[in-house]
């Protein structure tokens, strides 16, 4: 299974000491991998998130799977104004690749992600109809590899 990492979690993730990230890391490192895309919206927040150094590291290991940026850019195009979030790359991105779970940052305060209309539309049955990992409870959701 590939899995899509939101901005959100981007500091949470490089942290090495954040126990809520560390069953995504332990899995990423046993068998997982994270599905991007290089549209200009992905390339902008990986840049943003301080991940690109990280970026090569996961395209190097084999952890990454690109997925094409104009089959990710058509479909973003096709959401814009019919989905409740203004992440239409993340949508069309799992669409596409059939990526079936988001891993989110988390709010230690609230105990939940910060970006509920982002959840809403990835769970959608007629959008993704995926699962939102948000904290390490959320384990079971990293199963064994089933990217190509």
């Known amino acids: 299974m590939c899995v899509i990492l939101d901005a959100n979690c981007f500091g949470n993730f490089k942290n090495l000491s954040n126990e809520e990230m560390q069953p995504v890391r332990d899995w990423l490192r046993r068998s997982g991998k994270i599905v991007y895309s290089d549209t200009n919206k992905f390339r902008e927040e990986w840049e943003r998130g301080g991940m690109k150094a990280r970026m090569t590291e996961l395209s190097q290991a084999g952890k990454?799977?690109?997925?094409?940026?104009?089959?990710?850019?058509?479909?973003?195009?096709?959401?814009?104004?019919?989905?409740?979030?203004?992440?239409?790359?993340?949508?069309?991105?799992?669409?596409?690749?059939?990526?079936?779970?988001?891993?989110?940052?988390?709010?230690?305060?609230?105990?939940?992600?910060?970006?509920?209309?982002?959840?809403?539309?990835?769970?959608?049955?007629?959008?993704?109809?995926?699962?939102?990992?948000?904290?390490?409870?959320h384990k079971h959701l990293l199963t064994r590899d089933t990217c190509p």
């Open 64 to 137: 990454l799977k690109l997925v094409s940026a104009q089959d990710v850019q058509q479909k973003a195009d096709e959401l814009k104004g019919r989905i409740e979030s203004d992440d239409e790359h993340i949508i069309a991105l799992a669409m596409v690749a059939n990526a079936k779970v988001l891993i989110v940052g988390y709010n230690p305060i609230t105990q939940r992600g910060a970006d509920r209309k982002l959840h809403r539309d990835f769970k959608n049955r007629n959008l993704v109809g995926g699962k939102v990992y948000q904290s390490a409870r």
